[in-house]
């Protein structure tokens, strides 16, 4: 049997809840994937590994390549004339992608590569030892290098609903960001100084949509009613147009608080924790697969106020009825095949 793999992804499913690694990871059954939030996620990052590629492949970043990146945006969304929806996540991901190329149009660094998936031994801490099972293995979005140092360094996109925060004040302890470090730093075998976590928000603005004749005349009612001249210009308000709602978002992506680069330096001591507490983990993960007991975590079944996406299988002991209605059958660590994080169980 080849070695087993262990991602950034499957390693935080593995500390947060083992049942949860169990379905994932064992049983290779994701959620069918319907959340807005991470479709919208995906499709962005998409394109910035496009608009990272042009400084890689030394092509210019004009007006024809912003122009090809926004005709993967409305491929992406095929059917966004009929389906409020889709139309909703177009415009949201167009004025983040406009908004972004903008606010950015040359970077100061170099970008050595784009999507670099990178796969390296797991060591003992202390005796130096390759585990002989697991492997540690992932994908960061770009290796960047700054010209002037010759320091290396991890960018990681995100997009995400605020900006700053808890996800901010946490980076220095964040597991992803240093196994990454450790993982591209052994398999290339060059020193990384640091991540820098490329951030972008989420806009929070709705296309207005057309007043329903019903909710006009409630609304002229009661202007009326307040009127000292019993009379009103109250007009039936209309749909907005899609021409216009753009307008509006990419006004609201002028602001640069829409934007975030926050760099991280990553130490060599932070770094050999982190491989210490993943070697750690790999020995409970041993005994785990050795015994078949995946424990619950029933801590975490409604973090953030909404149940994990294997709350109905947990819930129904495994029922194949669930697992065919509300799961699929998805390799693990599919994502180092294709674009974007794992989706989050939780
Ligand atoms: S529902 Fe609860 S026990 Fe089941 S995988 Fe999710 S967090 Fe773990």
Redesign the pocket.
Known sequence: MGKRILTASSIRALR?????Y??RYVEELSPVRTDAALRIGSVFHECLERWFRLDLEGKPKDETAVAAILAHIDESFPNRAGDPEQNRLWHQTRGMVVGYVARYPAESFRVVAVEQTFECPIIHPATGRASRTFRLAGKVDALVQDPDSGEYYIMEHKSTSQIGGSAIEKLPLDFQVHAYVLGLSRSLGIPIAGVIYDVTAKVALKQRVAETTADFEARRSELLLKSRSGKTSAVQRQAEADSEFQARVAERYRDPEMFLRETLYVSQADVDEVEAEIWELTQQLLTAHRTGVFY????????FNR?????P???AGGNPNFVENLYEKRPAHSELATNGDESP??
């Open positions: 947060n809840c083992r049942k949860s169990f379905w619950r975590n029933d801590a975490l079944c409604f973090q149940p994990c996406a294997y709350f299988l947990c819930r169980a939780f």
